[in-house]
């Protein structure tokens, strides 16, 4: 019994944290998956890489390092897009429940119907794998002419990389949402 009281503490952990957020997958394509988030005042639009595939790296116009640092280093990185705000962890804690909940809707569907789609082994097919858990990030760029204001996009930034929610700021970031 005391194991299904914590499986049952857990639910309901889960469940409130997903209460805040609604989440919608928009589309997919190279890589990554968007989504839109419903419940937060600053981000609307959520954006997951989820691979970076050979294909994917032969049309690509990034050299080598820049490769790895902004499209192999985005992977499992979830962020915002849109110009917006940053993820937040309880976003990202409550992303990972819903995507959770819903590949167990998934499951649950399935197994119901063995006579159409079979007895799938779980935790060895390679096609229904549990969703990764995914980490919240945000990009850092370095404006070149912070002095122009709002129209610093006009002469470019150079990125920096991924930061990790909790992680500081590197050296020489811009804040660019402060720029007036």
Request: net charge negative; proline share 4%; with cysteine.
């Amino acid at each position: 019994m005391e194991c299904a009281n914590e499986r049952l503490m857990v639910a309901a952990e889960v469940i409130a944290s997903c209460a805040r957020y609604v989440f919608r997958w928009t589309c997919s394509g190279l890589g990554e998956a968007d989504y839109d988030v419903f419940g937060s005042p600053d981000v609307t639009k959520l954006r997951l890489r989820y691979e970076a595939t050979d294909y994917q790296r032969s049309i690509s116009s990034y050299d080598d390092a820049a490769w790895q640092r902004d499209v192999v280093g985005a992977i499992d990185l979830l962020h915002a897009t849109g110009g917006g705000g940053h993820v937040t962890q309880d976003m990202v804690d409550a992303f990972n429940a819903w995507r959770l909940a819903e590949y167990m809707a998934h499951r649950r569907s399935i197994d119901a119907q063995p006579e159409r789609y079979g007895v799938i082994d779980w935790d060895n097919d390679p096609v229904f794998k549990r969703p990764r858990v995914v980490r919240g990030a945000r990009y850092a760029v370095r404006v070149r002419r912070p002095d122009l204001g709002r129209d610093w996009w006009k002469v470019g930034c150079d990125g920096l990389g991924w930061v990790i929610l909790g992680q500081p700021a590197p050296e020489g970031e811009t804040d660019w949402r402060k720029l007036r």
